[in-house]
């Protein structure tokens, strides 16, 4: 089962699109064709569930940074820019009437940060970049939760990383 969420109104004022290499405006119909060309697409692969909008938070629809999920366990963030906090309790919900069977709460740990796009699973690591929005607490608390379902762990530090 994938979470997606429609696009807000408000998208143009949204945290993502005000990157500094950003020359123009953002084109909200533009974002709501490609973005239901994404949906369409994700739904010939797997089952989908599309959340409605939360027009106070302009960058919702970026479901991957509420949650971290492998297998039947997920881990609801806390994600690091505070304007994107608003957005994970919606997802926790349709978590746990989904089913979901493992669902830990990181907003539990008061100083855990974490943004889901800092995450990557390969089907056997779980690989999670420290940055500006996911924190060293963040880290050991999806490490802690996932550890108790199967995952192993194995620390890589990388020292310099490359931005495209």
């Known amino acids: 089962m994938a979470l997606a ?3 807000p109104d408000s998208f143009v ?10 020359t123009s405006a953002v084109s909200l119909a533009l974002a709501r064709e490609q973005h239901a060309e994404y ?4 739904r010939t692969h797997v089952p989908t569930l599309c959340l ?23 881990v609801i963030t806390q994600p690091g820019h ?24 990181m907003r539990d740990e008061e100083r855990a940060t974490c943004d889901g796009g800092d995450v990557m699973f390969t089907g056997r690591h ?12 963040g880290f050991r608390f999806l490490r802690d939760a996932f550890l108790d379902h199967g995952l192993v762990e194995e620390d890589i530090i990388m020292e310099k990383m490359c931005y495209t």
């Open 5 to 7: 969420r429609e696009i």
């Open 13 to 22: 004022d949204a945290v993502a699109a005000h990157s500094a290499d950003r």
């Open 39 to 42: 949906l369409s697409q994700l």
């Open 52 to 74: 409605p909008a939360i027009e106070a938070h302009p960058d919702c629809l970026f479901v991957e940074d509420a949650v971290v999920t492998v297998g039947e366990t997920a």
């Open 82 to 105: 505070a304007s994107r906090r608003g957005e994970v309790e919606s997802i926790k919900i349709a978590l746990q009437q989904l089913g979901m069977a493992n669902v830990y709460d």
């Open 126 to 137: 779980l690989f999670v970049g420290l940055s500006d929005r996911t924190n060293s607490e």
